[in-house]
């Protein structure tokens, strides 16, 4: 099996949400200066570069980023590519047979926006017609290819409650970039799983500049 890794790096040119904490990876420890061994302190917005939504990010009494079920997280994903220049439309989606699928990834032209260490608010979201159709469709989990799937600041975040309140994973910050995966493919990043509990969202993945034993420190919000 081919896996493709479809993170982005958590580094000095990760973009972060308007208001989240930047990303800040400060040396504890570094064998360079004849300590021990390479330990950092991360300091970093739960939302950044590719995460999970949790439905607690936007419902006070709902789970948080532990009680998302991992078979849901785990398995075969769509990934669709749509043209839209604003937000998703459900006509976006209907050119598409999804009635098989448990997770689709959108691939938009937000893939080509990483690697720019600005943000760029005029990104494509998905609207609240697209997020009520993955829900009609039975959709369990979405991903997109931006820091947020609502589009930028829509009042209510309509796209977030419907989904969430669907219990619809969601996953943030990909990028989808599958025309050409080998960039993504086979390189020594090291995987960190994280469990914040009580949380809005959760780490997926991030590219450490030394040693696993990161410590960290999460803005929970
Ligand atoms: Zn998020």
């Known amino acids: 099996m081919k896996l493709i890794d479809l993170s982005v790096p958590l580094d000095q040119r990760l973009p972060s949400y308007p208001g989240n904490a930047p990303l800040d990876l400060e040396p ?12 950092s302190t991360l300091r970093m917005s739960a939302h950044a570069g590719t995460h999970v939504d949790a439905p607690r990010h936007f419902f006070d ?9 991992l078979d849901v997280l785990c398995g075969r994903a769509r990934v669709v590519e749509v043209a839209a220049t604003e937000a998703i439309t459900a006509d976006d989606l209907r050119r598409f047979n999804l009635s098989d699928e448990v997770r689709v990834l959108i691939k938009t032209s937000n893939s080509q926006l990483w690697g720019d260490p600005a943000f760029h608010k005029e990104y494509i979201g998905v609207g609240e017609s697209a997020a009520q159709y993955l829900v009609e469709r039975g959709i369990k989990l979405v991903g997109v290819d931006y820091l947020s799937v609502e589009p930028f600041k829509t009042p209510g975040a309509p796209t977030h409650h419907i989904l969430l309140g669907a219990g619809t ?9 599958v025309e050409n995966p080998s960039g993504f493919f086979g390189d020594n990043r090291q995987r960190l799983e994280s ?19 990161e410590e960290l420190t999460v803005n929970g919000d």
């Open 195 to 213: 469990n914040f509990k009580a949380n809005s969202g959760g780490v997926t993945r991030r590219n450490p500049d030394d040693g696993l034993h």
């Open 28 to 39: 504890v420890k570094r064998l360079a200066r004849g300590d021990s061994s390479n330990v």
């Open 61 to 69: 009494d709902a789970g948080g980023i532990e009680a998302l079920p």
């Open 169 to 177: 994973i969601v996953i943030e910050g990909l990028t989808v970039r």
